[in-house]
């Protein structure tokens, strides 16, 4: 949550930085409970230097400040009147909630005869641990779902591409890493557009890819993100409390021993995404369906394989539960009284 409250705080006193980190301990220490202040300060011993020393904590901030759409709407509920820890708590509360709305409208679109099993479902996943962990954490994990339940919502009913595209800048504007799934998914398009479509070149998609990663590019750069070798670094070898004191640098086999040894705890994940992917496969010989699914699929490793955080579902529930929610698309198009339209 400090980087966060770091994050629209400078938007507010740009020129502060000082006064900014003591806003944002002071409201954190206001509004939480003696424990939970104490976990926040004493999680490990960079957040007890970030606590004490304002250099190191802005030092921090671009990690958290690239995700621009996140903070942007943290930053509404705090002009409206809603303290800082609270307008982050609150936007994930609205999100956590919606997200289930989503699920339900979804689910009822799959079986519209069947209403019960459409709330059965949403309060499944809604209810797996998982979930609720995106919602309890103050970070962007259960906004950025709503984005992606929007999309899949858009692909699956063949709504219109223009918004389509507006949902995935959304995603990236969250969450900047999400390009990668863009990127995958305007290429998937574009190949079976390529195929199906009298080898046709779809340069509104190459359009779109390129500005997406112009966005991208830029919001790197203007909040001056160190790097993926950095993150990485900070998040599993060494967290540095003053990033400028320290080069964030291993080797590509101490990448590579640490992606073995971090897959083992993310069998679980493997195993589930495998089981739906083969299902929807057997389901479905539709090759559009077919190809949603491996997208879904091929995006929870590249997910791990750059923040191999394996033993953290919330980091690739996203990507399993569209994957699932495919694996119930394929199902409703074999069995269901209805027939939906072709996405493509």
Not at 224 to 245: E, L, M, N, Q
């Amino acid at each position: 949550m400090p980087g966060y409250l770091g994050s629209i705080y400078t938007w507010e006193y740009p020129k502060n930085p000082e006064y900014v980190h003591e806003l944002v301990y002071s409201t954190i220490k206001k509004e939480a409970s003696p424990r939970e202040y104490h976990d926040i300060i004493a999680y490990n011993e960079a957040n007890q230097v970030f606590v004490k020393n304002f250099k190191a904590f802005g030092e921090q901030l671009p990690y958290y400040q690239i995700k621009i759409g996140y903070n942007a709407f943290v930053y509404v509920l705090y002009k409206l009147g809603v303290s800082g820890p609270h307008a982050v708590l609150l936007l994930n509360i609205f999100s956590y909630f919606f997200c289930g709305v989503l699920l339900f409208y979804l689910f009822k679109y799959f079986f519209p005869n069947n209403h019960l099993l459409a709330a059965s479902l949403s309060l499944f996943l809604m209810w797996f641990p998982a979930v609720r962990s995106m919602a309890q954490n103050p970070t962007p994990d259960i906004f950025l779902l709503v984005f992606m339940l929007l999309f899949v919502i858009n692909v699956i009913q063949n709504k219109n591409q223009v918004w389509r595209y507006i949902i995935l800048l959304c995603c990236v504007l969250i969450r900047p890493d999400f390009i990668l799934f863009a990127l995958t998914y305007l290429f998937a398009v574009f190949v079976y557009d390529y195929l199906k479509k009298d080898k046709k070149i779809g340069f509104h998609l190459i359009l779109q890819g390129f500005s997406l990663m112009l966005i991208y590019l830029f919001i790197i750069k203007f909040y001056h993100y160190p790097g993926w070798k950095d993150v990485f670094y900070d998040t599993f070898i060494h967290r540095r409390p003053i990033i400028s004191a320290q080069k964030a640098d291993f080797t590509f086999v101490e990448y590579r021993d640490f992606i073995i040894l971090k897959f083992i705890n993310f069998k679980k994940v493997t195993l589930l995404s495998l089981f739906l992917l083969g299902a929807t496969f057997y389901i479905s010989k539709d090759s559009w369906i077919r190809i949603l699914a491996s997208l879904f699929f091929v995006n929870i490793f590249i997910k791990f394989l750059f923040f191999p955080q394996g033993g953290t579902l919330r980091f690739f529930i996203g990507f399993v539960m569209l994957l699932f929610i495919i694996f119930l698309f394929a199902l409703s198009k074999k069995y269901g009284k209805h027939q939906i339209k072709k996405i493509a």
